[in-house]
């Protein structure tokens, strides 16, 4: 049986076909991971494969095989990374549902991209919808992750 | 909402808002309120070194269901350790009222935030007071309550304490999460008791009397009017921690989706299931009847649902079904011949709901008139979280967990749906992942609850997928609006004709008209704020044939853009200036009076008091001139940019708003930035309104440019957010500058939808400037042709 390594334990794969959205929500009950849109165009699903920012709606789990997988919940172990205290320094939520996959998404680039220019923030966020209209504070709490918090 | 609106008609048909205010009246707890309109407060008039007893002001909360509560009993309780954990009653959709309010118990109670702790109650409005959290009335209805609450909790601490001490309660002051004693000149006596060491004594007190309560003074506030409170859920937000409607997770629970008809009111002829439980992982199918019968309110659609072990097995399970449609008589709905009709309809003279004046005379009379037609596609709220629900029901009872912005409402429904007591039912509020109006109909919970039955108690989460969320709203309504303005030979304007044309929202609640009703009508139609002396505000016939509702800031979205162009319009086509024809339209410093103004007998005021709550042109023109002097309106711009100013009054706040357009060379138009300027009365939590009018422009850009669901066949064409555009990090408004005006004395108004209206007209100004070309058409487009 196939395995992936989801926010460092080994879990089982019973159905490969399976998204990993819905492996890591319905299986693994690990529900910081949100369903937002099911075809990878709002970015609500956004968790790290191998580091990698990736939609979990339209990757199977079959792909995440062997890989591994960290989720909001696996971000820190006590919820400090840098984007996620800029996320509250900020006051980026309001009704908070597409952040998990707006601060997998940052935290993803601050790895490749230590000093993002605002173009680049840009285009690495142009995939995450927000309906409440945060952007702004999203910019600026990803501009505050990058020079450390 | 429902049943808001049920006691809305109670009201109107009774006149019973009236009635509730002299009934009160005579109680004797508004004295000579009601005549000395804006002149007591609760609020700003209390002295730092005596406190006194505050008279309350009538709201619309009075004449909601089940009104407001102020009992420190049911909202606030105190562990011995000292924590005191607050009531959070209204949804939580991303406004912050959950910080909010219970922040104003506890700035009243002299409570230390850190150690206040936030529960979420269940849907229960008998014991919590009304909570249909929509019409932006959080704040603006609950204020006095909370700040009561806080104020007897903190007068049952002195009291306890003045026991223990056996001093005189006066000698007893809560200050910082415990009771000091002070002398007769105010001074620390160098003893103290804790809240939690007092907790036992205080709560066995009975609660103080409202006229008997001490509220503070505005000086002495600790967080109110302050915003350095920091919402109190952020920490569980961006740990993946926070629990929305689809993170509830019960021993044995399913996963279902549901088939619905694609066109409403439509019906299944034949369905079968046999492919559907073939897919791995699929467990039932079942049918699920609709409501058909008309007005549907917010009865189900009907349709096929099917039980999966998980959401994907469903949704594989859903794809396998084969269902034929009857799709009933909604069949022909086509958005283009529908804007068409409304078009033809909107050039003919409707049904008169405002008339002041002599409008007739003043058209005939005039030496030119401006005549605009404006129109806005249907919009789908479209929260980034899409419907969900999950129930329990068993042995006759229902339990439900769900994002829902009428809990008490939803309660009822799923009782009704399931044919049993409302008793035997409980509604648990989850965190909303965005609401916008259409959280506050409960179809997608009396689903989950309907299907858990039919399964025989099994827990059920029912999840709607993006597509089901695009197809199955009950959209903001669709639009037509005409705006004809009539000058003399000097350019002053002398009529003003409005005609909206648009289906409406009641047409789900009683048999429809095709007109409007009181709520839509008092939405930036029929309380047109301008000094003109002939004024015609007319309603054109408009079927609907999908479902209608409610949609952050509702039918303001078409009026004010249709009527903040017009101005603009008007003022390019005699040579000036936008902003001071704006200026010069609102006129005279002046309360508006509505019966000179010839606003219709049963005018609606966001549900408020018109006496408490008056319209005052003097705020308006200053919300205006502060925005134009903060956006340096009149600059001087490159060639391609160009500002657009527009104001509106809406929910008791006055918002003017300047939006900065560039066009780029391919034609994209780009808005740098945008001045709003807010008057919201008493500004409680300043750090939360700057999020919502942020977020409104954000919102107000989508509308503009990039959202609309049109129908073809009956069926909406739009399927998830990639053909439903909404503004995303590359084409937000990139810098919105929040003004909050310092409105005291004044009694906090609404925040949560006040911001989106002048946005649209604004940008549609503002693209006017840039480019010289009009746009009369919501969704334009990102780009100019």
């Known amino acids: 049986m196939p395995t992936i390594n989801v926010n460092g334990a080994d879990k089982d794969v019973s159905d490969p076909t399976i998204p990993l959205l819905w492996y890591l929500r319905d299986e693994l009950n690990l529900t910081g991971t949100k369903y937002g849109c099911g075809s990878g165009v709002c970015g609500a699903c956004t968790v790290h494969v191998d580091g990698a920012a990736v939609r979990s709606c339209i990757m199977t789990a079959a792909e995440a095989a062997g890989k591994k997988v960290t989720t909001i919940e696996g971000l820190s172990p006590d919820g400090e990374h840098p984007v996620q205290k800029a996320w509250r320094q900020v006051s980026v939520p309001q009704c908070g549902f597409c952040q998990a996959g707006q601060i997998m998404q940052a935290a993803s680039l601050l790895t490749k991209n230590r000093a993002p220019t605002d173009a680049q923030i840009v285009e690495e966020m142009e995939g995450n919808l927000c309906r409440c209209g945060c952007y702004q504070r999203i910019h600026e709490a990803v501009r505050l992750a990058a020079g450390g918090v | ?785």
């Open chain 2, 1 to 785: 909402m429902l049943h808001y609106l049920e006691q809305e008609l109670r009201n109107q048909r009774g006149n019973a808002l009236r009635a509730t205010i002299e009934n009160v009246s005579r109680r004797g707890v508004l004295g000579g309120l009601l005549t000395t309109t804006g002149l007591v407060l609760a609020i700003d008039f209390s002295p730092a070194s005596a406190r006194e007893v505050v008279k309350p002001y009538p709201t619309g909360g009075d004449g909601m269901p089940n009104k407001t509560v102020n009992n420190p009993k049911v909202f606030i309780a105190i562990d011995k350790d000292g924590t005191v954990t607050i009531m959070s009653h209204r949804a939580e959709m991303g406004t912050g009222i959950s910080t909010s309010l219970p922040m104003v118990v506890a700035d009243e109670m002299e409570a230390d935030w850190s150690k206040v702790k936030i529960v979420t109650t269940d849907g229960d409005e008998p014991k919590f007071g009304n909570q249909d959290t929509d019409g932006s009335r959080s704040m603006r209805h609950f204020i006095q309550a909370m700040r009561q609450c806080g104020a007897a909790m903190r007068q049952m601490l002195e009291s306890a304490a003045a026991t223990k001490w056996g001093v005189d309660a006066a000698l007893c002051s809560a200050k910082d999460h415990k009771v000091v004693l002070i002398d007769d000149k105010g001074r620390e006596q160098g003893k103290s008791l804790g809240f939690g060491e007092l907790a036992e004594a205080a709560m066995a007190l009975a609660v103080p009397a409202v006229d008997t309560l001490r509220l503070k003074s505005p000086n002495e506030f600790n967080y109110m009017g302050k915003g350095e409170i920091k919402a109190h859920d952020h920490r569980n937000i961006t740990t993946g921690k926070a629990i929305y409607g689809a993170d509830v997770r019960l021993p044995g629970m399913k996963y279902a989706v549901m088939a619905r008809p694609p066109v409403l009111g439509g019906k299944i002829k034949k369905w079968d299931g046999a492919a559907a439980l073939k897919v791995p992982g699929v467990e039932a199918v079942h049918e699920i009847a609709g409501v058909y019968d008309v007005p549907r309110k917010f009865g189900i659609l009907g349709g096929i649902a099917v039980v999966a072990k998980s959401t994907y097995a469903a949704i594989k399970g859903r794809d396998a079904l084969v269902i034929e449609w009857d799709h009933g008589e909604n069949a022909s709905y086509d958005s283009v011949a529908y804007d068409k009709a409304m078009t033809e309809t909107a050039a003919q003279p409707g049904k008169v709901i405002r008339k002041q004046g002599d409008p007739d005379a003043a058209f005939k009379n005039a030496k030119q008139v401006f005549t605009g037609d404006y129109h806005a596609a249907h919009l789908n709220q479209a929260s980034m979280e899409p419907l969900v629900a999950v129930a329990q029901v068993k042995d006759g009872k229902a339990e439900v967990w769900a994002p829902a912005q009428s809990p008490f409402g939803a309660k009822n429904d799923v009782a009704g749906a399931l044919k049993i007591k409302p008793e035997d039912v409980t509604l648990h509020m989850t965190l909303l992942g965005g609401g916008f109006g259409r959280k506050s109909k409960s179809d997608y919970i009396q689903e989950a609850a309907l299907v858990s039955q039919k399964m025989g108690g099994t827990p059920i989460l029912l999840q709607w997928t993006r597509e089901d969320d695009m197809r199955h709203s009950f959209y903001h309504t669709v639009s037509v609006e005409r705006v004809e303005i009539a000058f003399d030979d000097k350019n002053k304007v002398t009529g003003w004709r409005h005609r909206s044309v648009a289906p409406s929202i009641i047409s789900t609640f009683v048999a429809d008209s095709g007109y409007k009703f009181f709520i839509e009508n008092g939405m930036g139609h029929v309380n047109m704020p301008y000094e003109i002396a002939n004024v015609s505000c007319e309603d054109g016939k408009a079927m609907a044939h999908t479902r209608i509702g409610w949609f952050r800031s509702v039918s303001n979205i078409p009026r004010v853009f249709a009527t903040g162009s017009a101005v603009c319009e008007a003022a390019h086509m005699i040579g000036k200036d936008p902003k001071d024809f704006l200026l010069e339209l609102v006129g005279s410093d002046r309360t508006l009076n509505p019966k000179e103004l010839g606003f219709p007998e049963d005018f609606w005021h966001y549900g408020d008091p018109i006496e408490e709550f008056p319209m005052e042109t003097a705020r308006f023109k200053n919300a205006i001139n502060h925005v134009a002097e903060k956006a340096g309106w009149g600059k001087k711009l490159p060639e391609g940019e160009g500002l657009g100013i527009a104001a509106h009054i809406a929910w008791q706040s006055y918002v003017a708003t300047i939006v900065h357009v560039k066009i780029d060379k391919d034609g994209t138009i780009r808005v740098p930035e945008v001045h709003t300027a807010i008057d919201c009365g008493f500004a409680v939590n300043p750090e939360r309104i700057r999020a919502q009018i942020e977020g409104g422009a954000v919102q107000g850009m989508s509308t503009t440019l990039y959202s609309g669901i049109t129908f073809k066949n009956g069926a909406v064409e739009q399927s998830n957010y990639s053909d439903y555009n909404i503004a995303r990090m590359s084409n937000y408004p990139q810098k919105v500058n929040v003004h909050i005006i310092d409105g005291k004395p004044s009694r906090p108004s609404g925040i949560g939808e006040p911001g989106m209206p002048p946005f649209h007209a604004a940008l549609a100004n503002a693209i006017f400037a840039a480019s010289k070309k009009r746009i009369r058409k919501m969704p334009m487009g990102d780009k100019i042709a």
